[in-house]
């Protein structure tokens, strides 16, 4: 064999190594349910508790949460929601977002938006979706200079979501 076909299956070799342990270094995709609801996010994600939320975990750089509303506890509250995009649209006017903001995307609507807190700036990315009688409201949250490179991952683990 000469040099020159040895050097370039050594590099061939040494490259296919390096994207081998690359990947065997990234995070496994793992699914957390809660109650009805499934997402699948990555191994880099913990569960945690957190008053006010049915399902909360994070990671490095997101942060994952949902709640659960049945339509008793909306009635009850005074709420006279008869689908979910009427769902969605008074949780955009909690929030004083545009109903210009809201997307639909496959069998959910979500819509994003910036807040700052203890004087960092987040991006909010808020997906709506049906269960049975009732309707769970999922946030992920990162820093708002960290969302581009995000942004792709973030709508993958969102379509990932599934209720029962």
């Known amino acids: 064999m ?12 040494t490259m296919v190594g390096l994207l081998m342990g690359l990947t065997a270094c990234g995070a496994n995709p793992k699914n957390f349910t809660c109650r009805d609801l499934t997402i699948t996010l990555t191994d880099d994600f913990i569960e945690k508790e957190m008053t006010g ?21 909306l009635q009850y509250a005074g709420y006279e929601i008869a689908n979910l995009k009427g769902y969605c649209l008074e949780i955009l006017n ?5 109903v210009d903001a809201l997307s639909q995307r496959g069998d959910y609507y979500y819509f994003t938006h910036t807040a700052v807190k203890n004087g960092a700036k987040y991006t ?15 946030e992920f949250v990162c820093k708002t200079k960290d969302y581009k490179d995000l942004e792709d991952q973030i709508l993958k683990w969102a379509d990932s979501i599934t209720i029962k």
């Open 53 to 73: 939320f049915d399902a909360y975990y994070n990671s490095e750089r997101v942060l994952f949460s949902a709640v659960e509303e049945t339509e008793e506890e």
């Open 2 to 13: 000469n040099k020159s076909l040895t050097k370039k299956l050594l590099l061939i070799f």
């Open 124 to 138: 909010y990315v808020h997906c709506m979706f049906e269960g049975h009688n009732s309707y769970w409201i999922c």
């Open 94 to 98: 909690q929030n004083g977002v545009s």
